[in-house]
């Protein structure tokens, strides 16, 4: 992908106030450069703990930094997301993906006093195409205070691992931990049947802390087995952070589009509209028959043709022809 923009003599400033966020807060740069002049010069906070912005890197700093102009990103430091919810179960999530994204991006806004925020959420379960493999859905959020608009976009992937095992010994563990991708994948291991207070492990990347938490939890558990599982938490989870980094770009594609009517930036994808007729019997089926884009600033919206380019669709997707 190639940066649209001039290029620009402005020297880049990047403050990340942890170590280890600098090169994850150049892709922050990049989607900014590519809003400019729309959004230039302001301060984006990054509601994100755990490690998904080292998912988001560029690689060509030089240039990005170059024609970045004068932006200053920020990191908070103690920002505690976990509040909205863990994946482990201890504190609940209660809103939808959407709005836990978007409260992380304001709690990083809050802490940094900044107009812009942008945070990711994450969810698994069944793939919506076929329930019998395993799907992840990620979802990225800019929050622009100003505008007065939220700008989504998401990416769903089958290449994700969620199941879950029970073991006595680490031995009986292998080939579980060597299909998931172990160690460079982190687990969780607790006992499979928990008394009450009895705590679980996770972020765990090596045998012997694995085989020491499975030797307790086992133990501790009332039918004498340790339940495992991946921890899908982003620096924990190679897979996630691939996806987490195709959505990167797909949102920095977005945000350099602008709305026809209005300006802003971020114009694209908003939802499909169902109903491709059958090549048999013409009747509406569940294929997309058409795109609806949209600004998330105002109300322009614009009908596409859906990505497929089908006129028709396949019998077999009919509820009338293959029940
Ligand atoms: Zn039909
Ligand atoms: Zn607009």
Sequence with gaps: MTCNCAPSSEQATVVATRSGRTLAAQL???????????????????????????????????RVRAEAGELALQCPADLDTDALGTFTGEVERTGTPLETAIAKARLGMAASGTALGLANEGSFGAHPANPFIPGNQELLVLVDEERGMVVQESLLSHRTCHSQTRALDIDA??????????????VIV??????????????????????????MCAHAS???????????????????????????????ERLARLCPSCASPGFGRLESRSGLPCAWCAEPTRLP???????????????????????????????????
């Design 289 to 323: 028959l058409a795109e609806i884009q949209g600004c998330s600033a105002c109300s322009h919206r614009e009908t596409r043709p859906p990505a497929h380019g089908l006129r028709e669709a396949d019998a077999g997707y009919c509820d009338r022809c293959n029940p």
């Design 222 to 252: 009332e039918d004498g087995h340790a339940l495992v599982q991946p921890d899908l938490r982003a620096h924990l989870s190679p897979l996630r952070m691939r996806v987490i980094r195709r959505l990167g770009w797909r949102m920095a």
């Design 28 to 62: 922050v740069v990049w989607m900014v450069v590519q809003m400019k002049p729309q959004i230039f010069g302001l301060m984006v906070a990054v509601g994100i703990i755990h490690a998904e912005w080292d998912a988001l890197t560029v690689r060509d700093h030089a």
């Design 173 to 186: 563990l292998q080939p579980y931990l060597q299909r998931i991708g172990f160690p460079r994948q982190g």
């Design 190 to 215: 607790r006992p499979a049947v928990a008394p009450a207070g009895v705590h679980l492990y996770k972020g765990l990347t090596d045998w012997t802390t694995v085989a020491n938490a499975l030797g």
